[in-house]
């Protein structure tokens, strides 16, 4: 079936420092890839998506990369600051189809 | 914009009985609205989408007699957990996609802390 593998599971980086985290998806018709981030008990809050039709995108300190060859896509952070210290999840899409989420990446930034 | 609120936010409750909760779209037409369970520290478990005006289509090994779900109008969808038990005990999240053409991003609830004593 449809999967989306994320990595890593857990990352630390030290403040100012740049954090990547990286998503495979298995569906090759999927066209569409959000990336969400949750704090701890709160609802998940869209920060970025990339439609298939485009290779990069860019919303200040955030970065998304997607490679449709290989099926697989990229959350960039620069400058990472304390408050961007959450779980991140990645997902991939076809149309208005259900989402398919990566299992999740715990990024703590170290003051 | 793209407000979705979710109702209630914690429930404690005994066991067997039912509960209901309710994702309301605030300020947009959410012709498909997705329930998710959410274990700590893991993703997001999708459960079942629901569409306006027609049954839910459920996710492989959710029962539809144990988690009913209605989607009566445009901006509200609702789930109900009934006759439940301390294993239903999990955080619930609700999503709304917008009517559109185009692909539209899901927003979510702030989800349902739902506790079976």
């Given at each position: 079936?449809?999967?989306?593998?994320?990595?890593?599971?857990?990352?630390?980086?030290?403040?100012?420092?740049?954090?990547?985290?990286?998503?495979?998806?298995?569906?090759?018709?999927?066209?569409?890839?959000?990336?969400?981030?949750?704090?701890?008990?709160?609802?998940?809050?869209?920060?970025i998506d990339?439609?298939?039709?485009?290779?990069?995108?860019?919303?200040?300190?955030?970065?998304?990369?997607?490679?449709k060859t290989a099926k697989h896509f990229s959350l960039h952070i620069t400058e990472t600051q304390p408050e961007d210290s959450a779980v991140y999840f990645c997902a991939a899409s076809r149309g208005t189809y259900k989402y398919i989420f990566g299992t999740g990446t715990r990024l703590k930034v170290l003051a | 914009g793209a407000v979705v609120s979710q109702h209630p936010s914690w429930v404690i409750c005994k066991s067997g009985t039912s509960v209901k909760i309710e994702c309301r779209s605030l300020d947009f037409q959410a012709t498909t609205m997705?329930?998710?369970?959410?274990?700590?520290?893991?993703?997001?478990?999708?459960?079942?989408?629901?569409?306006?005006?027609?049954?839910?289509?459920?996710?492989?090994?959710?029962?539809?007699?144990?988690?009913?779900?209605n989607h009566a109008s445009l901006t509200l969808s609702t789930l109900t957990v009934t006759s439940a038990h301390p294993e239903d005990s999990s955080f619930y999240i609700c999503s709304a996609r917008s009517v559109g053409l185009s692909d539209q991003p899901q927003h979510f609830g702030d989800g349902t802390r739902l506790s079976i004593l």
């Open positions: 079936g449809e999967n989306v593998e994320q990595h890593p599971s857990t990352l630390s980086v030290q403040e100012g420092d740049s954090a990547v985290i990286k998503c495979t998806y298995s569906d090759s018709a999927s066209n569409y890839f959000p990336w969400y981030k949750q704090e701890l008990g709160k609802r998940p809050q869209l920060i990339i439609r298939s039709n485009v290779g990069e995108k860019k919303d200040q300190r955030i970065a998304v990369t997607l490679n | 997705f329930w998710y369970r959410q274990f700590p520290k893991q993703s997001l478990m999708l459960m079942a989408t629901s569409n306006e005006g027609s049954k839910a289509t459920y996710e492989q090994g959710v029962e539809k007699d144990k988690f009913l779900i």
